[in-house]
């Protein structure tokens, strides 16, 4: 079920949700777009759910690439986000 992301910031009127997909871009204007995105996250009320969601949707369909910041984190730390969780877990299970 999608979370409700009622209220999210990203989504406001006249935002440039482009911004939120530039982290894999080493310039100067795609590092800025990606610290406006990061920090609209930090203070985005319906972040966890957001992150929640995205780390489901990932783990789910077994994503080998993400990409685009979501609850504020990049494609890359997601995944050490999910690698790490499924360490503790499989440790959780032995
Ligand atoms: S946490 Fe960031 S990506 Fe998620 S809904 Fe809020 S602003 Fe958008």
Redesign the pocket.
Known sequence: MAAD?TG????APGQDLAM?FRELEDTVDGRRDTRY?RE??LR????VA??DQ?MEIEGRTGASSRH?????LSGRERRRLYESAKRAKARAAA
């Open positions: 992301l999210a910031l990203c989504a939120w995105a609209t996250c985005c009320p319906v972040r957001c992150l995205q685009g910041v979501f609850g504020g």
